[in-house]
């Protein structure tokens, strides 16, 4: 009886969710909607924002700065600066102006989101005094509508251990980044999360498999383009 009894249930549950999908799919396309889209399982993409969504020409420095840390200084410890005075704020912002335009992929960003393929989260190391810039540029290049979320380094944790929270807590399928340091982070931690990796001119022959020149092939990459 127990058996008979569960094996209907089944049934009518599996009955119920049939017609409730093909109910979904009938509104979807008297609505206009493409029901292709609407059955795709939507993907779950973290992005960082300098570097990624913004072009940043001062990232071509990381790698000297990195050589000079490590084989000059003795600085062998991942460790990021977090500026606490005015001054140092300021000079901060100032330096963080040379994000001045979106990324190659910006426009298929746009498209993905628009279209429900992707579900965009950005995941910034942006301290909070940053954030009227971050919103600036967003609404300035129409990208702010792109994201589910907008995730800012409030308590100004460490950029590699912040990221590594926020990727746990929001359980991305995948989060693209373009600081080799994070990524190599990420990488130890032993993700679910597929990290893609942005490189430059100048750290472009590090052995990494999911590494991309700019957002656009990554994202092609994420959606099977």
């Known amino acids: 009886w127990r058996v008979d009894s569960w094996a209907g249930c089944q049934l009518s549950m ?3 969710f049939f ?6 799919l009938l509104c979807a396309y008297i609505l206009g909607y493409d029901c292709a889209v ?3 399982k939507k993907i779950i993409v973290g992005l960082d924002f300098d570097g990624v969504v913004a072009y940043n020409p001062a990232r071509l420095a990381r790698l000297p700065i990195s050589i000079i840390k490590r084989h000059i200084l003795g600085i062998n410890k991942v460790s990021f600066f977090v500026p606490k005075t005015s001054l ?3 000079l901060w912002a100032l330096a963080h102006e040379s994000s001045v335009f979106p990324a190659r992929g910006a426009a298929l960003l746009r498209s993905l989101t628009r279209d429900h393929i992707i579900e965009a989260h950005l995941v910034t190391s942006r301290f909070t005094f940053l954030e009227p810039n971050l919103l600036r540029f967003l609404k300035r290049w129409d990208l702010l509508d792109c994201f589910r979320s907008i995730t800012l380094n409030h308590n100004e944790e460490q950029a590699h251990t912040y990221k590594e929270r926020i990727i746990r807590m929001k359980k991305f399928d995948y989060y693209v980044e373009d600081n080799w340091d994070i990524v190599s982070h990420l990488e130890r931690t032993h993700l679910k999360t597929e990290v893609h990796w942005i490189y430059n001119m100048f750290d472009s022959s590090r ?3 999911n590494k991309y020149p700019y957002l656009e092939k990554s994202l092609e990459r994420i959606v099977g383009l």
């Open 19 to 24: 017609v409730f999908s093909n109910l979904r």
């Open 38 to 40: 609407i059955m795709r």
């Open 88 to 90: 140092q704020r300021s």
């Open 14 to 16: 599996e009955s119920t």
């Open 207 to 209: 052995d990494y498999g």
